[in-house]
């Protein structure tokens, strides 16, 4: 987890130099399908790619089978060990993606996309519960969502942030909101 944490969740993960960024060019091979008369841009998209980067390995993080395996894994050690727990993974995934806010630091365009796909995750564990979710897992998504609530309004009332970074934390505040206030009629 400190290895995906450091090189796909830090701040300081997805840094070029300009110079590298405008020597990088989409693929333009032909193919049998013609995609290369579908390309929209002729520039690399940097984003888009690191965007796919960072919510391919969030998602994995937050897969059901990954979550009840560690749940499972949790009651297979012996008295005096210390397992690896569902609650230390959401801990330490949600410190990872908002550290900004303890900082009161302007968010960069990578890291506010990181963000957005957190709440995502997060949204689709507690409103959605798609089959095979632990339970366990649900209670930590929420908390996580109440957390990172207090957290962006303590940043927003204390610190002296950019558009981006203001508009971006209104808008996660408003969609924790919606998420928390929302009517979840659940059978068990």
Known sequence: LQFLIEKFFSPKSFQ???ELLNKLAPDR???FEGSIFLSSRIDYPIHGIIELIQAM????????LVLARIQDNEIRFPKG??????AELFLAVQDAVWQELNRRENINSFRRELQ???LYALDEIVLRSPFGFPRDALI????DLVKIKAEIDQC???AQLDAYTKAHLEESAAKIEAVLSAQVERRF
Do not use: C, E
């Open 156 to 158: 927003l009332g204390a």
């Open 29 to 31: 091979y032909w193919d």
């Open 116 to 118: 957005r796909i957190h």
């Open 81 to 86: 060990q210390q397992p690896f727990t569902m």
């Open 140 to 143: 930590l998504a929420r908390a």
């Open 57 to 64: 390995t969030l998602f994995r993080l937050y897969d059901p």
């Open 16 to 18: 070029f130099s300009p």
